[in-house]
């Protein structure tokens, strides 16, 4: 346990610091950000239609967002806005739930894909415990008055196993379809984030994130729906929409 606290000392500096210079090439190029008149969501880019994020997402009068570092910065370039012909909610899903929280986007017109838009690869089996995954998305400055988050974070954080995660969160039920994601809990301290981060590992989209109690960018635990687990459900939701 002490060796994996200091390595992630070691690697945590960009999770903790605001950026305010944003250049070309931050953006992981599968990220979208799901602007609404409610709170903003995380999403993934999957296929030039459509965007995977969680279902526990509420999205009023949506705009998909494209290539973009800073959605506060509104001249910002390579940046992608369309709208959306369908939200599609996994038909297991409920809102007193963590499980099923997967929420797929068809878009109202195919992605143009260049250096800032690409697809992320989906997985062909689960992700194994230690596997060393990247989570990513925006963080709020607390001293900006601007409504939108303009603090694109990543952090690299390994997957811990069913029972470590299930001894952190011992009010939820730690399912087969589901994955952790950061440091044993400990100490959780309350930040402002956007939700439904995408956990990428070795290039591939493994989970949306469902829950977590504290600052994913800080490398609290999150508990993550598998995508590997919902293949058949992506799969046959774009064929047959």
Not at 116 to 135: A, E, F, I, S, W
Not at 222 to 236: E, K, R
Request: hydrophobic fraction near 40%.
């Amino acid at each position: 346990m002490k060796l994996i606290f200091v390595w992630a000392l070691l690697h945590l500096s960009g999770a903790f610091a605001y950026n305010p210079d944003y250049t070309n090439g931050i953006t992981p190029s599968y990220l979208v950000y799901l602007k609404s008149d409610y709170l903003p969501c995380t999403g993934a880019l999957i296929h030039p239609l459509w965007v995977i994020t969680a279902a526990h997402c509420n999205l009023p009068r949506l705009q998909v967002v494209l290539g973009i570092t800073n959605p506060s910065d509104q001249k910002e370039r390579n940046v992608q806005v369309v709208g959306y012909e369908k939200i599609i909610h996994h038909p297991y899903f409920s809102i007193s739930s963590i499980q099923y929280d997967l929420m797929l986007i068809k878009l109202k017109r195919v992605i143009e894909l260049n250096n800032y838009v690409k697809l992320v690869k989906l997985p062909n089996q689960p992700v194994p415990v230690n596997t060393m995954c990247m989570v990513t998305t925006w963080g709020y400055n607390l001293c900006d008055i601007s409504k939108e988050p303009d603090s694109l974070q990543n952090v690299n954080i390994s997957v811990i196993s069913g029972k470590d995660c299930q001894e952190g969160y011992k009010t939820q039920n730690i399912k087969q379809t589901m994955f952790c994601v950061g440091i044993v809990p400990g100490r959780r301290l309350p930040c402002r984030e956007v939700s439904a981060a995408p956990a990428v590992c070795n290039g591939v989209l493994y989970g949306i994130l469902s829950f977590a109690d504290g600052c994913i960018l800080r490398a609290d635990v999150g508990i993550y729906a598998s995508i590997f687990h919902y293949m058949s459900w992506i799969q046959n939701t774009i064929q047959n929409n």
